[in-house]
């Protein structure tokens, strides 16, 4: 069993982890960074549109903070809202440093890209920065546990897939970075394996859990041969009032925008979602019907803000002119996840958390442009923070029985003996189809347990799970993270009784301030889950 030692671990190599790498480095610290896949690739910053929300002025500044609350419902922590905005613009222009072409306008910088995905520009420029400072790197490396000794998390416990083995990391400060859970979901717009992995790492190691509920979908053309485009909510919005009853249909023909107030208020995309969601749930389909067949392809363009919009939009133009086209809901961003604080710290000593995998900042419903923002802010405060706490620690010797303890787990599934076995991708598609059925964006409280009961029937079954090789034991360790956070995700979603941005419970169809502006925290106590609220003061702007 290979064991490592290092100031500073990091656990995932999108754009948050990346950025905390290089911040860390920076402060003189040496940094290990462990990916799953290979360095800035198969991550949710490599495949994003590349546009960040950002003012650089006091008024731009003020609009993104009071932007970002009322998307977000008043769910957000104001403190890492306020943070955002004000660090946006620096944050944001410092890229340029890191070789990436920006062009602003409106609130808005894009990265200037001579093809999509424009993120994926991002995500290389920032693993380049990572390896020339000096940040250690370890590819096809899945970590599956993290070791805890007294509240303070002292390093983590991996499988390297291409030795097939076991690696001890010892670490003054560790960062989980390792992305949201759409993966849960069937469809979805995330890279393979955004399983979750990392929420279920902080939570057994004893961080606490924030608003599981809210998982953001995106509106995507699912006809064969057609792109999917991620800007259908402003294309929408747009359009709304150059189509009669706007461009959104349902199979029956009845065009719905109407009916649930989004031809008199501005559509976003929780609000979007929702409408389509209830149409699909009432009529037991699964699409509904985009017709802009009423305009041209000029006037379709031209409907967008912003250049970047049109840009997507131009190639698409005739085709929207002249078809009908069948649009569903994909899991795109997951607003739960780690607690933090304003320093990125969870309640475990010396673990830190950034990017998709935390909650707190979104809300109840992201803003398109705050995800990319989000990572070089807050990496960047992560990576210092890490950083400095490692310069004034000193490294914890690693308890060999805890390590004895999880590997044997982890061997467990290995073992070729067992009497029944079951294929770890089975468990995972089991646990994705029942996520999907019963946890989209529209719930029901008889949909929720009864997801429960399936979820615990999956839970017997995995017990057998057996992997004959490196890529299904990465599966199976998947697989269980992907069990537990389903359940986490329905108990959420069970416990707010009430709708609020991308959560909608047609048993409780309405927002509540007065009882449910609040966060749901969830922890695990000796083995229990434990539910916890924090109330919120009032709509802060």
């Not at 920076?26 to 799953?36: D, E, F, H, M, T």
């Not at 995500?123 to 250690?136: M, P, R």
């Not at 029937?457 to 995995?462: C, K, L, Q, S, T």
């Not at 229990?528 to 709509?539: P, V």
Request: charged share 25%; hydrophobic share 40%; aromatic share 6%.
């Amino acid at each position: 069993m290979k064991q490592l030692s290092t100031d500073v671990l990091i656990i995932g190599s999108g754009g948050a982890g990346l950025r905390a790498a290089i911040e860390a480095r920076r402060q003189g610290v040496n940094v290990l960074l462990v990916s799953k896949g290979k360095l800035g690739l198969a991550n949710c910053t490599a495949i994003a549109g590349g546009v960040f929300r950002a003012s650089q002025n006091k008024k731009g500044i003020t609009e993104h903070f009071q932007e970002t609350l009322e998307a977000g419902r008043f769910l957000n922590n104001p403190n890492l809202v306020r943070t955002l905005a004000a660090d946006a613009w620096l944050a944001v222009k410092e890229t340029e440093k890191f070789g990436i072409e920006l062009s602003a306008e409106k609130g808005k910088v894009s990265i200037v890209a001579d093809k999509p995905p424009a993120g994926a520009n991002l995500s290389k420029a920032l693993g380049k920065c990572a390896l020339d400072f000096g940040v250690n790197v370890s590819e096809k490396t899945s970590a599956f546990d993290l070791l805890v000794e007294d509240n303070r998390c002292i390093g983590a416990l991996a499988f390297k897939k291409d030795v097939e083995g076991i690696i001890v990391i010892s670490a003054k400060s560790t960062v989980v970075a390792t992305g949201g859970y759409s993966g849960l979901y069937v469809r979805n717009d995330n890279p393979p394996r955004t399983t979750g992995d990392g929420v279920v790492l902080a939570f057994e190691a004893g961080a606490e859990l924030q608003d599981l509920e809210f998982v953001q979908f995106q509106q995507m053309f699912t006809d064969r041969g057609v792109p999917r485009m991620p800007v259908l909510d402003c294309l929408t919005e747009g359009t709304k009032n150059l189509v009669p009853g706007g461009p959104l249909m349902s199979k029956k023909g009845e065009r719905f925008l109407g009916k649930h107030g989004l031809l008199e208020n501005r559509i976003l995309r929780d609000n979007l979602t929702v409408s389509i969601e209830r149409e699909l749930y009432e009529e037991h389909e699964d699409s509904v019907l985009f017709d802009l067949t009423q305009l041209s392809p000029r006037e379709i363009v031209d409907a967008l803000n912003y250049d970047y919009q049109k840009h997507l939009v131009l190639p698409l133009g005739q085709i929207l002119s002249t078809r009908r086209l069948h649009l569903a809901s994909f899991a795109h961003y997951t607003m739960g996840g780690i607690k933090i604080n304003e320093k990125c710290e969870t309640r475990v000593d010396a673990l830190y958390a950034v990017g998709e995998v935390t909650s707190g900042i979104h809300g109840a419903n992201r803003v398109g442009g705050n995800a990319l923002t989000e990572i070089l802010v807050f990496g960047a405060i992560t990576g210092r923070q890490a950083a400095d706490h490692a310069k004034r620690t000193e490294s914890v010797a690693v308890n060999k029985e805890q390590i004895k303890e999880r590997t044997e787990k982890l061997q467990e599934i290995c073992d070729n003996s067992k009497p029944r076995k079951t294929r770890p991708l089975r468990i995972k598609a089991e646990v994705s189809t029942v996520v999907s059925e019963f946890c989209r964006p529209v719930r029901s409280e008889e949909g929720l347990k009864c997801a429960l009961e399936e979820l615990k029937r999956i839970e017997e079954r995995a017990s057998f799970m057996f992997a004959e090789n490196p890529d299904k034991l990465q599966d199976a360790i998947e697989a269980n993270s992907m069990l537990l956070l389903a359940k986490l995700v329905a108990n959420s979603a069970l416990t707010r009784k009430e709708s609020r941005g991308a959560h909608f419970r047609v048993d409780y169809p309405k927002s509540d301030d007065t009882d449910w502006l609040k966060n749901i925290i969830i922890s695990q106590q000796n083995g229990k889950t434990q539910i916890r609220y924090e109330h919120l003061i009032g709509k802060q702007i």
